[in-house]
């Protein structure tokens, strides 16, 4: 039982090893993420969509920025108007989600998403409130 046990956590240990690199350039990138240093970093997104309040009561806008943005080659973010509570996010997060399934849905490269930070532009004045959520897209693959 103890030649068990010590297996068990050799492996773990090799486990989090080879897993910890990636997690830490991770977090290293996901550090340069922030509402304000998209303004001065990236260049006009690939694609944007606005979104109308009608049917949530939302203004939401989905855009995705390939290329070189904070450090990803391939950000897609989310943001919204208003109150930074749990119903504006959630319908923030499904607009996002609907935006991932119909590319899924309409390209054989199929995408994956990394949540990155939750962020609001530090000059927003009481009523003018913008709230960003990151997210990083990824190949997804399929085995």
């Given at each position: 039982m103890s030649t068990y046990f010590k297996r068990f956590k050799v492996a773990i240990g090799l486990c989090l090893?080879?897993?910890?690199c990636t997690a830490l350039n991770h977090l290293k990138k996901r550090r340069a993420v922030s509402a304000d240093k998209i303004k001065e970093t990236c260049t006009e997104p690939t694609e944007f969509y606005p979104i109308s309040p009608a049917t949530y009561g939302v203004y939401t806008a989905i855009m995705r920025f390939k290329g070189n943005c904070l450090g990803f080659?391939?950000?897609?973010?989310?943001?919204?108007?208003?109150?930074?509570?749990?119903?504006?996010?959630?319908?923030?997060?499904?607009?996002?989600?609907?935006?991932?399934?119909?590319?899924?849905?309409?390209?054989?490269?199929q995408l994956a998403r990394i949540f990155l930070k939750k962020d609001a532009f530090s000059d927003n004045k009481p009523g003018d409130e913008?709230?960003?959520?990151?997210?990083?897209?990824v190949p997804h693959h399929n085995e």
């Open positions: 090893v080879l897993t910890s080659n391939d950000l897609l973010i989310g943001t919204w108007y208003g109150d930074d509570n749990e119903f504006n996010e959630t319908v923030t997060k499904l607009m996002i989600l609907l935006y991932i399934n119909s590319h899924n849905a309409n390209n054989e490269a913008v709230y960003i959520l990151f997210y990083e897209l």
